[in-house]
């Protein structure tokens, strides 16, 4: 047991709002993230959540490194389109906390997570444990998705696999987007030791959709060990352009041609490759009109605000810029030829300007040296600190920008609503504002341009 006291005298009543238990959940343990099951059982299994998911629902549990948000959401989409009562569990939230507890599409109110609250903190004190923000919110979650009595649970890792709290619910589907390097401390320095961790996800005789060409030895071991089936991009699925409006999807008993969707084509042929290996009845019909209304906020989030273009990404490793240049390369040449024909346009060739941020316990040197070297007209970065304990200090982003870009295009600001102020007024209708680096990057830049289309 923690030696932080299990009740706080400052516990919410019954009539607390939604802000003031949020922050008394990140008061009560004494480690924001304390990764392993042994705490968390006991009151999960207080609550009932483990047995009613094994009992009444389809579980998907999607692990990774990158993609893990766009994988779920399509899948999630797609079932709810099939007609069934879908659950989707994400992490982080950018604007609202609402946003990652979503039943058939839509956020749940702040009266159904203060109840859930409620019922969490009174079992783990019946169980006289305490729970981290993280475990405790999720446990809500879950409960959340057991009392509205949902179809099919889609449920995102929030933290490696092996010991995240998602852990608890038995999937019957498991996905692992990719692996990469992130989350050192917590997960290894090394792919083989980030793979086992992710593949701690897998059960006894269930598929798993793994979405890298290249799989570490480790999470064949845990493929091997469960025997599992396993359906590897590249190997037992693949998908490939057409043209702007559609792409094509291949695996051993279909190929068909489908609608583009708004989100990456390597996450949506994961989630629909995950889809079709369920006994689930998803038919085509679904799957097109999933596609054609699936979005998630942040993740190569194209929008027209105030006159401007923006672009919004979470990228926040090396391999979610290798991500996020994929698909900004054709976007800005398509940019590019529309912008020359548009009304306004001029002598002035059109640029990129980028608002950036991250938290110090990511490469951010990786980070900018692939975004520098990526051939793309970065005329001027905007950078500030995050309201966020493990924010990079400007001054330290600022110190790494330099050893790749001239001093005069680093313009620094105190706070991230300052940044995207000042980005917006020193770029022109024609120009790109590409915002990127950290969740919270594109939440804070999101609320101070009152953006909240993220329903």
Known sequence: MSDTSLANPNSPNDNASLTEWLDYMQQIHVSAIDMGLSRVLPVAEALGVVQSAKDDAYVFTVAGTNGKGSTTAVIAQMCQAAGYKTALYQSPHLSVF???????????????????????????????????FFEMTTLAALLIFAEADCDVWVLEVGLGGRLDVVNIIDPDMAVITNIAIDHVDWLGDNVEDIGAEKAGILRDDISLIYGAIEMPNSVQLAIDKHQANCYQVGQDFSHRDIDAATWQYSNAAVTMQLPRPALSLTNTANALSAVLASPLNVDTH????????VKLAGRFDYREIDNRHWLFDVAHNEQGVEFLLAQLLP??????????????????PATIKMLFSMLADKDIEKVVQRLTEAGLPISEWFIAEIDYPRAASTEHLQGILVNHVDDAQVHEFERLQAATYAVRAASRPQDLIVVCGSFHTIGEALSALDADNLS
């Open 331 to 348: 976007l800005w040449q398509q940019h590019v030829a529309d912008q020359n024909t548009a009304e306004h346009a001029d002598s002035t």
């Open 286 to 293: 679904a799957i097109e009109a999933a596609l054609q209304t």
């Open 98 to 132: 609402n946003e990652r507890v979503r039943i058939n599409g839509e956020m749940v109110s702040d009266q159904v997570l203060i109840a859930a609250f409620s019922k969490v903190e009174a079992a783990r004190l019946q169980c006289e444990l305490t729970l981290s």
